[in-house]
C-alpha cells in the first residue's frame, strides 16, 4: 500500500516536472526562434545595404579608373605641347658663352669733372666769365654741391636718370653673343640676329643661355647646329635641347646610370630622350620614369 502511493506520487511529480520543463522550454525556443529572426532580418539588412555600397564602390572604382585615364591622356597632351613649344630652343653653355661687356669709365671723384665734361664747360664758357667769380658761383661739375637745395636736388634726378640708362646701355646683348660666338666656332653656319626670335640666359652656372630660333625642322639653322655639335669638342662650348621637366630628369637618370658604367651613352632628339646600351646597339626612346625603373635604374629626386 504505502509502495503505491510512493509511486504515484513519484509518478505525479514526474508529471509535473515533464510539464514545467516542457512549457519553460517551449518558451525559450520560441523566444530563441523570435530573437534568431529579429538577428536574420537585421543579417538581411545589412546584406542589401552591402550590396549597395559595393555598387556604389563599384560605380567610383570605375568612375576613378576613368579620371586617371583621362589624367594621363590630358598630361600627355600637356607634355607633348610643351615639347613641341620647346622644339625651336637650343641651350648653349661653356666659357664661350661667358657674359661679356664693355669696358666702363669710372664715375669722376667729388669736386672734379670728367676729362670730356671739362672741355665740354670750357667750350660753352665764354672766355673771361669765369674769371673773379667766388667758389660758390663757379660753373663746375660739384655745382649741386654749392647750389640751393631745388637744384640740389633736380641735378641728382638727373645724375640717376643718368645712371639707369648707363645700365641700360651697358647691359650684354645676348644675340650678339650667340651669334658671333657660333659662327666662330661653325664656319659656314652663316647665322644672322635675324634667325634668332629671342635669347637670355638662365641662372645658375656653366653660362647657360637659352635661344628659341625662328625655324626648326628639317634643314633649319637650330637642327643644323644640332647636326653639327660634335664640331664643337675642344672648343669650351656645348649645346643641349631644350628638354621639358619630366623628360629632363629622365635625361639626368640615364645620364647618371651612364656614370656608373650601366648605359654606354645619353642623348635627346626632337625633344626625347634616348639610350644606347652598347656602342653599336640600338637607341632605345624612354617616355616616361616608371620606364626608368623598369629598365632598372635610378630615378633621380626632383
Known sequence: MNVERLEDAIDGLESRLVASFSREL?????????????????????????EVRD???????????????????????????????????????????????????????????????????????????????????????????T??????????????????????????????LVVDTLNQCMPGLNLSSADIDRAHRLPGANHRIIVRFVRSGEGSLRDRIMTRRMELKGKDLYVNESLTKMRGLIFRSLLAAKREKKVYTVYSRGGQVFFKQEQYGTGKRVDSLEQVRRLGYTVLER
Open 55 to 145: 555598387g556604389v564602390i563599384d560605380q567610383l572604382t570605375d568612375d576613378l579608373r576613368q579620371s586617371r585615364a583621362d589624367i594621363t591622356a590630358l598630361q600627355t597632351r600637356v607634355e607633348d605641347a610643351e615639347i613641341n613649344s620647346r622644339l625651336p630652343c637650343l641651350i648653349f653653355s661653356g666659357t664661350a658663352m661667358a657674359p661679356r661687356r664693355s669696358a666702363r669709365l669710372g664715375a669722376p671723384l667729388i669736386n672734379q669733372t670728367s676729362p670730356g665734361a671739362a672741355d665740354a664747360a670750357a667750350a660753352t664758357v665764354p672766355p673771361g666769365s669765369g674769371r673773379g667769380r667766388a667758389p660758390g658761383t663757379s660753373q663746375s661739375a660739384d655745382r649741386q654741391v
Open 147 to 176: 647750389a640751393g637745395p631745388g637744384q640740389s636736388a633736380a641735378d641728382g634726378g638727373r645724375a640717376r636718370s643718368g645712371a639707369r640708362v648707363g645700365d641700360r646701355e651697358e647691359r650684354e646683348d645676348v644675340n650678339t
Open 26 to 50: 517551449h518558451e525559450f525556443r520560441e523566444s530563441l526562434t523570435a530573437e534568431i529572426d529579429k538577428l536574420n532580418e537585421r543579417v538581411r539588412d545589412l546584406e542589401r545595404h552591402v
